[in-house]
């Protein structure tokens, strides 16, 4: 019977593996976080981008007949879509201006929330958590932008 009770006083108990479990957790670096959100969105966005390019005359009908954007002829929106998903998914990717080459992916964000499928407001408003957490926290270590701005310190001196 000591033994037992020797043996439970050893292990931690609940609480003190949830305190564990969460000091854990907050030790994932902030770096690490948007290396995965860049990888995830640059995926969604090349993806649909590529999809586009596949067959452009299938692009442009759905733009005429199904997303019927306001404002923009189908063509044009067909191609600015493209041309965004492409490339800011890719500069995102590269962690190459991020914080700036995720404002347009927000913008298609919205159009695509609020004009073609507002239906599927979840996926988009995940998207839109991601794209604004690498506007608040940047591209982190494992990118171009922070291997600019270490170049920039040790040339200039300049501190971000």
Request: charge should be neutral.
């Given at each position: 019977m000591a033994t037992q009770i020797m043996a439970m006083s050893v292990r931690p108990g609940l609480a003190e593996r949830l305190h564990r479990a969460t000091d854990l957790a907050g030790r994932i670096p902030v770096s690490f976080l948007a290396l995965i959100m860049r990888i995830a969105l640059a995926a969604i966005f090349i993806k649909s981008g590529m999809t586009k390019l596949a067959n452009f005359d299938i692009t442009i009908s759905l733009f005429q007949d199904e997303y019927?954007?306001?404002?923009?002829?189908?063509?044009?929106?067909?191609?600015?879509?493209?041309?965004?998903?492409?490339?800011?998914?890719?500069?995102?990717?590269?962690?190459?201006?991020?914080?700036?080459?995720?404002?347009?992916?927000?913008?298609?964000?919205?159009?695509?929330?609020?004009?073609?499928?507002?239906?599927?407001?979840?996926?988009?408003?995940?998207?839109?958590?991601?794209?604004?957490?690498?506007?608040?926290?940047?591209?982190?270590?494992?990118?171009?932008?922070?291997?600019?701005?270490?170049?920039?310190?040790?040339?200039?001196?300049?501190?971000?």
């Open positions: 019927m954007v306001p404002l923009l002829p189908p063509a044009v929106a067909a191609v600015m879509a493209t041309i965004t998903e492409l490339g800011c998914a890719s500069l995102i990717l590269a962690g190459l201006g991020t914080r700036l080459a995720v404002l347009p992916l927000l913008g298609l964000t919205f159009v695509i929330e609020v004009f073609v499928y507002p239906e599927n407001w979840v996926e988009h408003l995940t998207w839109a958590s991601m794209l604004l957490f690498l506007v608040t926290q940047g591209a982190g270590k494992l990118s171009f932008d922070h291997l600019i701005r270490k170049a920039l310190e040790r040339r200039w001196g300049y501190a971000a």
